[in-house]
């Protein structure tokens, strides 16, 4: 069965400082592998994803996402953190054609001004 | 415009009352999913329509039930909510693809009293 583990719960950043959250996963085939950022009380809004060809992955709000399957990881970036990223974020893996979504637990970023 | 709306964002039930979440998309998209998210965990998917097949994770209490009346509309309903049903409750959509994004509503949050 397919997983995600997101190792950091919490994170804390100043503003303007560089910013990586860590993602891997477990799938047997070639993963369909997503991030999803949510605000406080609202649903998901999807960053980017990837599917397959370049593993360096550009998405909304100057998020970028690099694919490594040596490692089975999926790391999320931002080179200046800005105080509006401050949000839990949600590494996502598909499986069952795409139709199945399995999140992993999310790691809670805190921008310090 | 919303794209995909849930009604009501908040809803309160007593203890054992019937409830019914609702969800409808603009998208005319394929598939509607249903994720219960418990405070500070991940989404879990409870069951998704592919048009009118209906798809049940094998882990989803049977106290929870799910309707699709027509491609926009899909509702949840929880038979006997009990205290362990609080949560925030997501409705997503997709084309139907593997590689298809899946596009979140602001959610439900439902309180059990």
């Known amino acids: 069965a397919q997983s995600v583990t997101q190792p950091d719960i919490h994170i804390t950043v100043s503003e303007g400082a560089s910013l990586e959250l860590r993602c891997n996963y477990s799938?047997?085939?070639?993963?369909?592998l997503f991030w999803y950022v949510q605000s406080p009380g609202q649903g998901l809004q999807l960053l980017l994803k990837?599917?397959?060809?370049?593993?360096l992955v550009q998405g909304i709000k100057g998020f970028e996402a690099e694919f490594k399957r040596s490692q089975s990881s999926f790391n999320l970036r931002k080179p200046s953190v800005h105080w509006s990223d401050a949000a839990e974020y949600f590494c996502?893996?598909?499986?069952?054609?795409?139709?199945?979504?399995?999140f992993g637990t999310g790691t809670q970023l805190k921008v310090e001004l | 415009d919303a794209m995909v709306i849930q009604n009501p964002r908040y809803q309160v039930t007593q203890f054992g009352k019937p409830v019914t979440l609702s969800c409808s998309q603009t998208?005319?998209?394929?598939?509607m999913y249903w994720y219960q998210q418990k405070s500070s965990q991940a989404p879990k998917l409870l069951f998704h329509?592919?048009?009118?097949?209906?798809?049940n994770e094998a882990d989803t209490p049977d106290n929870f039930q799910s309707r699709r009346p027509n491609t926009s509309f899909c509702f949840l309903d929880i038979r006997s909510p009990g205290l362990g049903d609080a949560a925030m409750y997501l409705c997503?959509?997709?084309?139907?693809?593997?590689?298809?994004?899946?596009?979140f509503g602001p959610g439900t949050r439902l309180t059990v009293l």
């Open positions: 996502a893996v598909a499986s069952g054609g795409g139709n199945k979504l399995t």
């Open positions: 799938y047997g085939a070639t993963p369909y």
């Open positions: 990837y599917f397959s060809g370049d593993t």
């Open positions: 998208l005319n998209h394929n598939v």
């Open positions: 329509y592919y048009d009118k097949d209906f798809n």
């Open positions: 997503a959509t997709n084309a139907g693809g593997g590689t298809d994004t899946q596009y």
